[in-house]
């Protein structure tokens, strides 16, 4: 019993990071037309951050880390986005090869600075001891990341909702001609956008630090994940997001713990599933 | 066959609708075969959008479309081409960089079986690039042939999308804004170009401008806001109240 | 002017095994082996207008069903090769469906997902595929008992096979079905309403890409003897649809020319640099910055550019 638990509990934080990973993701091929392929990397560069300076600096907490490596990823993603991915407006699939490139670069760098080698990151220490809950024991770093991925659900629906920002980018994600025919200022709300969600990506992979670990390679794990939750959940859709995170968490941590060489194949087989029978997602409206 | 069908086309209460906005409305119309009908109405109106429902552009959410007979509603559009529909589009969608001659050679082979075959290219195919002259000679392009889209001049460019419609001697000619953007004497050219077209092809026609394509139409429906407002021969639809009212908007 | 190119391209092609010692020969199979592959990208992504980020699929599930199937179980290589080919256009023919529920940037995302998944099956799945370790111990074929070991042997192999691809692939794209193929390519909702399928038309050549892929996948394993997830990894698609594009992608020859200067380009660089994705990357951002067209396009209007000078 304890296993499933467990399993379970790995299941909804994977799904908790992968919301925080493909959430950036999803606005930005629903606003942009871009499937940006250097998220993965974005993500990593915050995992090496937080494994780096959470090491370094004692008087670093996590949260800060986050915070941090949120903001300078957001940076880096924003000067990508105006310097790159702006002179390439005619050319989209010149723009997903360049965002290629990208993450094939910021990939090499962390190689290149900070080795082959897996660095763990260090789990806060005010979350360490375990918590009972129902007679049974939950790592409770987990369970604070379930909890900040609904959080942070619940941040970019009213976001989305209920400010004005969030009606110039639903608007540009149901047409974008129309919007700029009415005035929003689309190329702006582009590199907000793509800095929301780059610096959504750094974040997470602050978080997700403790749980997976620095290592070379990260990014193409997570990468294929994130588009395969934003193919199932659609493109565009928080709630497909978040609903897909979480059904793909849970595929992928009770597919390798029961069936650990076909993981794999488990992990895209409701992908193919709805695409078969609903090509646009679970919750999208743009089709893929 | 003894009997020809009477009816090309049947449009049965047919409905479209994008999110909130309801775009058809309950359409229902009935074409005789080898009639000429001109759809009407102001922009906004809902015409392409019947037009693409009719094409298989776009699908209907509920009602039913016939083609001589037979049930169409959701059959995909390249099998309507193959049931005998051809349309041409109120944007210009030729191959820019193709020859006029190899445009119509694709219409050609659109619905040929050698479209699959992989070793012979379309110039290998006498009779085919001898039928596409033919189409282009009767609209009077053919000493354009050779020359690619890109060269020749807008209304030259109306003359080939009504070629390569032509010239798969469709059974039922779908027409969407031919005389747009033309000046008084390609107007004519291309008029007069819908004029011959045989009876054997029924033919329906959008035009916004009420004036310009009057004189090709027998019947006429007059379409706003979605629906049907007037349907029937010309005379008596142009002499009617309501169709001054939609567009003088009185 | 035609037959100086064409006079040059021929000695390119049958001059090496004469006059070059073993390495460069080596390195001209290994250019035709990547020329091939190439080729059959750009069917996908110039003449279809699909971009797939997971070509390397193929090739490497060919290089593998071949590699496991001589060193494990003893079929020999006629039988294997049968077997690799058959089953990864089958597999072709499978992603393809998936794949062609999309268009555009979400076909490019299926087709990397799925080439992810099949790296990862490669990796992890150590009992049958050796995982990290590669396949190794690998032999070449012995056709009509004539040995391919020695590196002049095995180039005039390649050269008639890579022959064979381009003339086959350029048929191809000449016909009747190329052209509906390009028609669909550039005018979709047109060609449909001409007569034209264009999901089967996308799917047909999304398996006869995936074929010549698989040949190109076993000439790969039979030049190295030795297989490794690498080959099947996104950098290796990626690295083909650079080529493509680099070369210029809806060009008979470009993604050729385009997929020699790569090969060139990773084997010279990385006896220096150690980095060679990061260069990759670089080398991606420059050429779709600043040639998007491509160098074979970008050349030709070079010598259009010099010619009409000097009139």
Redesign the interface.
């Known amino acids: 019993m304890q296993f499933w638990i467990i399993q379970g509990l790995n299941s909804l934080s994977l799904g908790a990071l992968l919301f925080l990973l493909s959430s950036g993701f999803s606005l930005i091929f629903g606003l942009m037309r871009l499937a940006n392929l250097t998220h993965g990397a974005f993500f990593m560069l915050g995992t090496y951050f937080a494994a780096i300076a959470l090491r370094s600096f004692d008087w670093l907490n996590i949260w800060f880390a986050a915070l941090g490596a949120g903001v300078a990823v957001a940076v880096l993603g924003g000067m990508f986005e105006r310097l790159v991915l702006t002179r390439l407006k005619a050319n989209p699939l010149g723009q997903v090869l360049v965002t290629l490139g990208m993450s094939f670069i910021i990939s090499d760098a962390c190689l290149m600075l900070w080795g082959g080698d897996s660095i763990p990151v260090p789990t806060p220490q005010n979350l360490q001891a375990p918590t009972r809950l129902f007679g049974f024991i939950f790592p409770t770093y987990r369970l604070v990341l379930v909890a900040l991925a609904t959080g942070a659900a619940v941040v970019l629906h009213v976001l989305l909702e209920r400010t004005r920002l969030g009606a110039m980018i639903r608007a540009g994600v149901d047409d974008r001609q129309m919007a700029r025919a009415i005035g929003i200022p689309v190329s702006n709300l582009f590199t907000t956008v793509f800095c929301l969600g780059a610096g959504i990506a750094g974040a997470a992979g602050v978080l997700g630090g403790p749980i997976l670990s620095a290592y070379p390679g990260l990014d193409a794990d997570m990468l294929p994940l994130a588009l395969i939750v934003v193919i199932l959940g659609g493109i565009g859709s928080l709630l497909g997001a978040f609903v897909g995170s979480f059904i793909i968490g849970f595929t992928y941590t009770f597919g390798t713990a029961l069936f650990p060489e076909l993981a794999y194949i488990i992990l895209f087989l409701p992908m193919i599933l709805v695409l078969a029978f609903r090509p646009q997602g679970l919750f999208g409206r743009v089709n893929a | 066959m003894t009997d020809a069908v009477e009816y090309a086309l049947e449009v049965v209460n047919l409905r479209k609708a994008f999110g909130g906005l309801t775009v058809t409305q309950d359409v229902s119309l009935k074409v005789r075969t080898g009639e000429r009908r001109l759809i009407i109405g102001p922009n906004g109106a809902g015409k392409t959008t019947l037009f693409n429902q009719i094409s298989g552009d776009l699908r209907p959410n509920s009602g039913l479309i016939r083609l001589f007979g037979a049930e169409i509603t959701y059959l995909p559009p390249y099998q309507r081409a193959h049931c005998g529909i051809s349309r041409t589009y109120q944007i210009i969608t030729l191959f820019a960089g193709d020859t006029l001659e190899h445009n119509v050679s694709l219409g050609l082979l659109g619905l040929r079986p050698s479209r699959w075959q992989m070793w012979r290219p379309i110039s290998f195919y006498p009779d085919m690039r001898s039928e596409a002259r033919r189409a282009l000679d009767a609209v009077g392009l053919l000493h354009l042939a050779e020359h690619p889209i890109s060269d020749i001049a807008y209304g030259e460019r109306r003359r080939v999308e009504l070629a390569v419609a032509l010239a798969q001697k469709p059974r039922l000619l779908l027409l969407d804004e031919p005389l747009a953007g033309l000046s008084n004497a390609e107007r004519s050219t291309v008029k007069s170009l819908i004029g011959s077209i045989s009876r054997d092809t029924t033919v329906i026609m959008i035009e916004h401008d009420m004036d310009t394509a009057l004189d090709l139409a027998e019947t006429v429906t007059l379409l706003n806001y979605g629906r049907v407002i007037v349907d029937g021969p010309r005379d008596v639809v142009i002499a009617d109240e309501r169709t001054r009212e939609v567009y003088l908007g009185g | 002017m035609k037959w100086i190119g064409a006079a040059l391209i021929a000695s390119a092609l049958l001059l090496p095994p004469f006059f070059a010692g073993d390495f460069y020969v080596n390195l001209a199979s290994q250019i035709l082996i990547a020329g091939i592959f190439s080729l059959s990208l750009n069917l996908l992504v110039g003449f279809g207008g699909m ?1 797939s ?1 997971g070509h390397a699929s193929y090739l490497g599930v060919a290089a593998y069903i071949s590699a496991l199937l001589t060193a494990r179980y003893g079929f020999g290589h006629g039988a294997a090769a049968f077997i690799s080919v058959t089953g990864t256009v089958a597999m072709a023919a499978f992603f393809g469906v ?1 794949a062609l ?10 087709t ?3 080439s ?3 790296w ?2 490669a990796y ?2 150590s ?1 049958v595929t050796n995982g990290d370790n590669g396949v190794t111990g690998l032999t070449r074929p012995s056709p009509f008992g004539i040995s391919l070991d020695r590196p002049a042997a095995f180039y005039w192999f390649t050269l008639i096979v890579a022959i064979v691809a381009f003339l086959m692939m350029a ?2 794209v ?7 193929l390009k ?1 669909v390519r ?2 979709p ?10 999901w089967l038309v996308r799917w047909i050549t999304f398996v006869y890409a995936g074929f010549w892929a698989a040949i190109s996948g076993l000439l790969y394993v039979y030049y190295h003897k030795y297989i490794h997830p690498t080959s099947l ?3 290796s698609s ?1 690295e083909a ?2 080529g493509v ?1 680099a070369g210029g992608a809806g060009t008979l020859g470009g993604p050729a020319v385009g997929a020699a200067l790569v090969l060139l380009l990773k084997n010279y660089v990385s006896a220096y640099i ?5 260069l ?6 420059f050429i ?2 600043f040639m ?1 067209a491509g160098i074979v396009p970008g050349f030709s209007k070079l010598i259009a550019a010099v010619r009409g000078e000097r009139r």
């Open positions: 971009t980020l998936i529920r999309a268009s555009g940037l979400g076909f490019l995302m299926i990397l997902a799925l992810q998944v099949l990862g099956l992890r799945m009992n048929i191809f000449s016909s009747a079905f190329g052209s509906s028609g550039d005018q909702r047109r060609m449909a309403a001409l007569g034209f399928n264009p990894s996104t950098t990626a649809l650079l594009i150690e980095r060679w994705n990061m990759l990357g670089l080398v991606f951002l779709v910055l998007p």
